[in-house]
């Protein structure tokens, strides 16, 4: 299982705790509520044992939730294998991070490593006024890895 925390600076999230059973991949990203009801829908709604984050309401309350601007809907992947988790990018346009350095195919993750999901992003004149500044901020966890080997926990 891998428990994430939401650390200072972070878009606001409740804690999650994804459970990772043997031969499953979950991916982490923004939360989707899709207007088709068929075979072909995509909603996925946030809950504390997925990897989805939910939106927060715009500045006045009246227009949609809004994500965090760098967090694609499909940002990375996480699962376990021999007792360890690992994560990659799904080739997100803003990046996926462990300990501030921006990873690049399979990385194993270890208890207390930050893992950052997007950037902090700018405001500017283009920027809609129902975007708070919580918005424009990425994701930031705590990790910890719950259930795998005690090496695979903590980082040399």
């Not at 283009?126 to 966890?141: G, R």
Request: with cysteine; hydrophobic share 35%.
């Amino acid at each position: 299982m891998l428990a994430l925390q939401a650390k200072p600076g972070s878009f606001p999230f409740a804690s999650k705790y994804v459970p990772l059973p043997h031969n499953f991949q979950a991916v982490l990203g923004s939360q989707v509520q899709d207007t088709n009801t068929g075979p072909t829908s995509s909603n996925r709604s946030a809950t504390s044992t997925n990897g989805w984050f939910a939106p927060l309401s715009s500045v006045d309350g009246q227009g949609a939730p809004v994500s965090p601007i760098s967090l694609s809907p499909t940002h990375a992947q996480i699962w376990s294998t021999n007792g360890q988790i690992f994560i990659r990018d799904l080739e997100s346009a803003f990046g996926t991070y462990v300990n501030g350095t921006r990873i690049n195919g399979d990385v194993a993750l270890a208890d207390n490593d930050t893992l950052t999901l997007g950037i902090v992003v700018g405001r500017n004149t283009n920027t809609p006024t129902y975007v708070t500044d919580e918005h424009l901020k990425p994701v930031i966890a705590k990790v910890t890895c719950i259930g795998v080997s005690s090496r695979a926990r903590q980082r040399p």
